[in-house]
């Protein structure tokens, strides 16, 4: 019956192509609608994974003051000096001010919180879960914005990496009734970060389905690798913190070297400019293809030759847990949770954080067909796939 359902509520950003994004979508497609009746408040309403969103879940309408904050300066100005909306005006030029103060993107989203949240509208209906999942924002509308029983925050990187003003932040983290890391070695830290916090702080990894990548991953796409090249393929948001430059310096050091390799990039992100543009000055560019956001990754990173991610620091790596699935050879820079996911020389390759590094483990996989051909066979015969997580997800929502 509907009315003995719980009623949950989801807070993210948006929906574009990140691993935040893509592991709540992997979560609704698995939660039981029996028992629990969904609705989702999504910032911005923008993303692939849209249309990946199970029928049940409820998505609530965009708040108004938003296309105001996410549209350029000077249109977003424009739009609200004709629609008479002085608030618009104000955040827009507070916006301004703050990132010209901090250059970090995180400190001003931080700080702009305080002025934002006046503009946002609390949600008239009552919960039994709200869950904030994803840092910052999600996490401060979910204190500031909603009546639950039972909230929760959804941390998915780790925090220190990101720079953030903690002291900002303990105040919603107090808030909270739990808060929810992605990986053991995130729950640690974080629990020596906040000890005072450290009861509330519990790990539940991010869902994959094996039976839904492998089948998605068969499905047909209008693309074909050229086989003669050995085609590297890399996941995720086009941004700084991923290490891209250093990647696209380590395809320069191997194309130099007479190796006959390609680079394609699924994703998007502000980096992607300035991407092409060292492309085009190491004269690589046409070793380097960008794909573009793309709803099913796995139909191409099933036939891809290798796959890279090459970042300065993650969570847990969705992209690179749905590799491993797929059984691909694998090259990752020796960020703090790598060894958590990758046991170099068995199930991958974990390069030093520098581009010479990285090039040396790909030329490793390209000139040795038999290291490849462990490293798929290791991944074949170890079991991936964390749907038994949502059991920790239910437990979580039910102790309350």
Known sequence: MAENKKNLLFIINNLNCGGAEKALVSLLQTIDYSKYAIDLFVFKHEGVFFENLPKEVVILEEQTIVPYLYSSSKSAVLKAIKRFDFSAIYLRIVLFLLSKKYKSGVLQEQYFWKYYSKALSKLEKEYDVAIGFQEKNPIYFCVDKVIAKNKIGWIHTDLEKLQLDFDNDIYYFEKLNHIVTVSDGLTERLQIRLPELSTKIVTIENIISSKVINELSKESIDFEFDTSFFNII???????????????????????????????????????????????????????????????????????????????????????????????????????????????????????????????????????????????????????????????????????
């Open 234 to 400: 890399y996941v995720g948001r086009i941004a700084k913190e991923k290490g891209l430059f250093m990647g696209l310096e380590a395809l320069k050091i191997l194309i130099e070297k007479g190796h006959q390799v390609r680079w394609y990039l699924i994703g998007d992100g502000d980096q992607k400019e300035a991407l092409l543009n060292d492309a085009k000055n190491y004269g690589v560019s046409e070793y380097l293809f960008f794909l573009g956001l793309k709803s099913n990754p796995y139909a191409y990173i099933s036939k891809a030759s290798a796959f890279i991610l090459p970042s300065f620091f993650e969570g847990k790596s969705i992209s690179l847990e749905e590799a491993k699935l797929l059984h691909k050879p694998i090259v990752v820079t020796n960020f703090s949770s790598a060894k958590d996911q990758i046991e170099q020389g068995v199930t991958g390759l974990i390069a030093d954080m520098n581009a010479i590094s990285i090039a040396e483990k790909l030329e490793q996989l390209i000139s040795n067909s038999s290291l490849q051909e462990d490293l798929i066979n290791n991944l074949k015969n170890t079991t991936f796939g964390t749907e038994n997580e949502v059991t920790k997800f239910y437990n979580l929502i039910s102790n309350g």
